[in-house]
């Protein structure tokens, strides 16, 4: 029995090597025995490890035929397939950074955010790569994840921020925080670092042809018609152009501009209507056929249609809609996008009873929070027997509740409230807004805007600093919000410290010099004040705003016939609640100087400045 049991033991060895174990048996002493089987296990282990080697030298292999198959795909456009490759690779390689990048690229031609994500991972994977951060940041900004970009951003390694690429993402990040004079100056540096690159040089011209400043609006033009020539960037540049002419009422260039908008390849409605309002400057009998001529062309097609219903409410032409769209059929005012901008015209016009039957019944898809809306703002305006109050207040709150707490809904729902002067209902929405990284520049400034006129200087400072928290380097929000701070006595050393930051950013913005003047004076430095101010072309120093501060200034220098022309200026305009005692001050230190006074020796300009040229908020 006990030997059945050895032989079972020993079965399985049996089995694989019975002609070797045998010769063992009869042959070989217990030494030698014991050599030729380490021998024998060292043979075995080699031929696994050959094994492993060539399944390792396969699985590469395999790696790299799906990673060029996947490749391939993604040229040809057949993005689906190519992902399927790319996600085959991961399964064998978790880490692999071409598969993630064949991901994102294939994701970021399709339009979907899932970029971010594939972006996101490879910066992971390679942190100190400069050009996977600015990927990242690149695809965070495009999906308007903007406190992501400006993570990727801050992440790129310092010796690479000189980069063009570098400066042109920092340019469009400014560009999603409200900061148009940081991106004018990423742009700028991105065009000095690669003067040659046709893009760099349309980015910044596009932006300088606004400027206030005419010799970086002449050279822009000169940038802008030469890349009319480069095919890439015609039409655009075309765009830009027209616009500038229309601005300046430069009506020769602009009609060329437009004919040679209109012969382009790329033109579209937009530029249709681009052109329209060049012409209507131009001549408003040459306008009227031409708007005729471009109405049967909108009518194909609902998104040109309503775009065509807007642009006539934005120029003065509500009236001429409400006429139009009497004529046309109810299949071609059936389309959400249509509907609005209906709606838009009636309530331009003030035609209540009108607006209340449009929204009054149907739906207009994703869209009906709109339609509730109009409804809600038609009931509220038509006064119906003391009743409309409380049908308002039940209309708007099914508004709120059919934008199912979508950021863009509720946008396009605070929009409408602002525009309606519904401020108790536009707080709350832009408030909500705000919470969104995409949206909250322009929740921010429309709270401003709401605080400061209603004079509720608490909000307006919790507002002013969210707004130099997400735009730290704009130098107008960092004045804006020091000069309140010292106004209201809140965070009085922070409020000195971001005075002289702001000036020390943009010396010659009025905003700035003034707001620096003021914290000198606060500091018992009001020479050093008034030096600064000295500096700034006077004309601008007669905006209401600015004279408030400059006849503080030189009362308390003793200047009285200068303190009393800015005070004549402040008095003149309409100046906020927490200006009106800095006038008061300036008055009594004019009150006390007058016993003995002293030349005036500080320049002032005859005429005052009917409009003010800055409004510090």
């Not at 009236?319 to 139009?324: A, C, G, L, R, S």
């Not at 008095?571 to 200006?579: L, Q, R, S």
Request: net charge neutral.
């Amino acid at each position: 029995m006990s030997e059945k049991i050895k032989d079972a033991g020993h079965k399985g060895t049996v089995q694989f090597f019975p002609g070797l174990v045998l010769f063992f048996r009869r042959r070989l002493s217990p030494a030698r025995l014991a050599i030729l089987l380490a021998a024998s296990a060292a043979i075995v282990l080699l031929g696994i490890a050959s094994l492993s080697y060539g399944s390792k030298l396969y699985r590469d292999w395999h790696e790299r035929r799906l990673l060029h198959r996947a490749a391939s795909l993604l040229q040809e456009e057949k993005f689906d397939q190519a992902a399927q490759n790319a996600r085959k690779v991961l399964t064998m390689d978790p880490n692999s950074v071409p598969a993630r990048y064949i991901l994102a690229e294939a994701a970021e031609r399709q339009n979907l955010e899932q970029a971010v994500l594939w972006r996101a991972q490879i910066a992971q994977l390679l942190p100190k790569d400069p050009d996977s951060q600015l990927n990242l940041a690149s695809a965070a900004l495009r999906f308007g994840q903007i406190d992501l970009a400006r993570k990727a951003l801050n992440d790129v390694l310092p010796n690479y921020r000189g980069s063009a690429a570098f400066h042109v993402v920092a340019g469009w990040l400014a560009r999603a925080e409200g900061n148009l004079a940081e991106q004018e100056e990423q742009f700028a540096a991105a065009v000095k670092e690669e003067p040659g690159n046709d893009l760099y040089q349309f980015n910044l011209a596009a932006l300088q042809i606004q400027s206030n400043d005419s010799e970086k609006t002449a050279k822009a033009r000169v940038a802008l018609d030469r890349l009319t020539k480069v095919a890439p960037f015609r039409t655009g540049a075309l765009r830009a152009l027209l616009n500038d002419a229309v601005a300046r009422n430069d009506l020769a260039a602009a009609d060329n501009f437009a004919q040679q908008l209109q012969m382009s390849q790329e033109v579209t409605f937009g530029d249709y209507l681009l052109c329209l309002t060049f012409y209507r400057k131009l001549d408003e009998k040459k306008f009227r056929p031409l708007l005729e001529r471009v109405k049967p062309f909108a009518i194909r097609n609902p998104s040109d249609l309503a775009s065509l219903i807007n642009w006539m409410n934005d120029n003065g032409l509500a009236e001429d809609v409400v006429k139009w769209i009497d004529k046309l059929s109810k299949n071609e005012l059936s389309f959400p996008t249509v509907s609005i901008a209906i709606a838009a015209t009636y309530a331009n016009t003030k035609n209540w009873s009108r607006l209340r039957r449009w929204t009054g019944t149907g739906s207009w898809g994703d869209s009906d929070y709109l339609r509730i809306g109009y409804q809600a703002i038609a009931t509220r305006k038509s006064r119906n027997g003391g009743t409309e109050h409380t049908e308002f207040e039940k209309l708007w709150r099914s508004a709120e509740q059919a934008t199912n707490e979508q950021p863009e809904r509720e946008l396009d729902l605070a929009r409408l409230a602002s525009k309606w002067n519904l401020e108790k209902e536009s707080e709350q929405l832009w408030l909500r807004v705000a919470k969104n990284p995409p949206m909250r520049r322009e929740a921010l400034d429309a709270l401003r805007r709401l605080y400061r006129t209603n004079d509720n200087l608490n909000e307006l400072y919790d507002t002013l600093q969210r707004l130099h928290e997400s735009s730290a380097t704009e130098a107008p929000i960092t004045a804006d919000l020091a000069r309140l701070g010292l106004n209201i006595e809140q965070n009085t050393k922070e409020s000195h410290d971001l005075a002289k930051e702001a000036y020390d950013r943009a010396p010659n913005e009025l905003n700035c010099a003034v707001t620096y003047a003021f914290s000198l004076y606060r500091l018992s430095q009001g020479a050093e004040g008034l030096g600064i101010i000295q500096k700034l072309p006077p004309d601008e120093l007669h905006d209401p705003h600015a004279a408030v501060y400059v006849a503080l200034l030189l009362a308390d220098a003793g200047q009285i016939e200068g303190a009393k022309e800015y005070i004549a200026a402040a008095d003149a305009g309409k100046i906020y609640v927490e200006e009106k005692k800095l006038i008061d001050e300036a008055k009594s230190k004019l009150a006390a100087a007058s016993a003995t006074p002293s030349p005036a020796v500080f320049p002032a300009p005859a005429e005052l400045s009917p409009t003010p040229t800055a409004s510090p908020h």
